[in-house]
């Protein structure tokens, strides 16, 4: 951030490291919760390097939900309103805002579940509005996802340019091995002299520590691993189990009545595309564990199979269907791919815009861009360049076949953390979703967004990936914006 800034001033000027080409002023901005929808929220640099103390931060088992003007019963489409106050581990209530909280229903004897979405009132107190969409007896819950200090920590790792997860390249000549570290920045902790990879990685970032016997064209495979996390033991509680996606204790059950659930008459295949990216929450619906939009009625009927158990991951691969004409390929996108427990060939790591440029003439391919996890590792510039790169080839394909069909799937939630450190996705999965709304604005109306996030939120999803029932629908929520039947 520049020196002569005017329109804001913080309490203390941050030192800009030398990892700046990675962590820029948008890091600065996006990782504080400066910048949301377009606006300024809050600034987590206001908290500066205070002292941790566990039982000071919020604690969803005292915290408290409620309901404000409460009805007797409500009706399909009613709005429930509710309150949600914050207290601490010493049951004292919370004087400031910054804490990711998260408002739900759902009723298990129906397989039914919709999220709410959650008003910051930045003093302790917050306001949840969900929208009922079907019969019975629902029931209202809530949940502190992440404290606010530990947002704060996290913009600290990623700001002193810490690697929340590494990479490394094999160099090889034929019984001869090196292993380096690897990174989308060239400032690489251990190494003087390092390999700028950057047009063998398809003209995106990416540098590696130099070998110090073989040359760095000899760069022929890459793999992971979660090093320690460079936090202080009161830092890494804030991460631990208890003290992410708590629940609050307290729950409100309530009556809605109506005579049918909520339905929209259009066919998912004849909405605009832009609506897709324009959708406020409730997004959607599960109903009998069936996908139900609340912008469109999915007349495709159930009928998907399990594809990817065909699909040996994380290679690229293809699966053919002679009996009806048909192909799906997949392919992971470039690095940064954490693949931990193995080293993988660099053709594995094909980069998406590449994918794309590949594409012929005149197709009617349906492709699908998914950017998510493995970027949540980095500052967001990173996943910004990246993103960008891929709007341009996705433009020239539109161009050169109008009639190719472009998804964007954007982020979904998960409550297990174990192997994804640092991935807490009500964090990470809003500033994804800004980005990608962002940067692929000029061609909203021509391309799908496939939104997941109600989805997964709603039905409590707990994998880092999708369970089955999750990957079904989201498979049948694709093919209804395309197959009339």
């Known amino acids: ?3 002569d800034d005017t329109d804001v001033v913080f309490p203390e000027r941050l030192q800009r490291l030398k990892h700046e080409d990675l962590f820029t002023e948008f890091d600065d901005n996006v990782l504080n919760g400066l910048y949301e929808d377009g606006e300024y929220v809050i600034d987590y640099r206001f908290d500066g390097d205070r002292s941790i103390n566990e039982l000071a931060i919020a604690n969803a088992s005292y915290s408290g939900l409620k309901l404000v003007n409460p009805k007797p019963y409500y009706k399909v489409g009613d709005v ?8 601490n581990g010493y049951n004292k209530r919370l004087l400031r805002g910054g804490d990711r909280v998260r408002v739900w229903i759902k009723e298990v004897r129906q397989g039914a579940c ?11 107190s917050y306001s949840g509005f969900v929208r009922v969409l079907w019969p019975g007896r629902v029931e209202v819950l809530a949940a502190v996802v992440l404290s606010r200090e530990a947002v704060r920590v996290l913009y600290k790792i990623h700001r002193e340019g810490h690697l929340v997860r590494q990479l490394f390249a094999i160099f090889q000549r034929r019984f001869m091995y090196e292993m380096t570290l690897c990174g989308p920045s060239p400032f690489l902790a251990g190494y003087s002299r390092v390999c700028n990879l950057t047009r063998r990685h398809y003209g995106l970032p990416w540098y590696c520590g130099h070998p110090e016997v073989l040359t760095c064209a000899e760069w022929t495979r890459i793999g992971g691993s979660q090093p320690p ?9 804030l991460f631990e189990r208890h003290n992410v996606q708590q629940n609050v204790r307290s729950y409100i059950t309530t009556e809605v009545h109506g005579r049918d659930p909520f339905t929209v008459q259009t066919p998912c295949n004849q909405i605009p595309a832009l609506v897709t990216w324009r959708q406020t929450p409730p997004v959607g619906y599960f109903l009998n564990w069936k996908w139900r939009s609340t912008a469109c009625t999915n007349t495709l009927p159930d009928t998907v199979r399990s594809w990817d158990l065909c699909l040996p991951w994380p290679l690229p691969s293809t699966l053919y269907n002679s009996a009806y004409n048909y192909a799906v390929f997949w392919g992971s996108h470039e690095l940064p791919f954490t693949n931990s427990g193995e080293f993988t060939p660099l053709e594995a790591h094909k980069a998406t815009h590449v994918y794309i440029d590949e594409l012929p003439r005149g197709n009617r391919d349906i492709v699908i ?19 960008r790169r891929t709007v341009q080839s996705v433009k020239a394909l539109l161009k050169r076949a109008p009639q190719a069909k472009v998804f964007v799937k954007g982020p979904h939630s998960f409550r297990i953390t174990t192997y994804a450190r640092g991935v807490i996705e009500d964090y990470w999965g809003t500033i994804h979703q800004q980005i990608l709304k962002k940067e692929f604005e000029e061609i909203q109306d021509k391309i799908y967004y496939l939104d997941f996030w109600d989805m997964s939120v709603a039905s409590e999803n707990n994998d880092v990936h999708p369970n089955m029932t999750l990957v079904g629908q989201m498979w049948q929520t694709l093919l209804g914006y395309i197959c009339p039947n």
């Open 1 to 3: 951030m520049s020196t």
């Open 80 to 87: 429930i309103l509710v309150s949600v106050e914050l207290l």
């Open 114 to 124: 919709a999220m709410g979405y959650v008003v910051d009132h930045r003093n302790g």
């Open 229 to 237: 996390w460079p936090m202080l033991e009161e830092e890494r509680k």
């Open 369 to 387: 861009i998914h950017f998510y996890l493995h970027f949540t590792a980095y500052p967001p510039t990173l996943l910004r360049t990246h993103v």
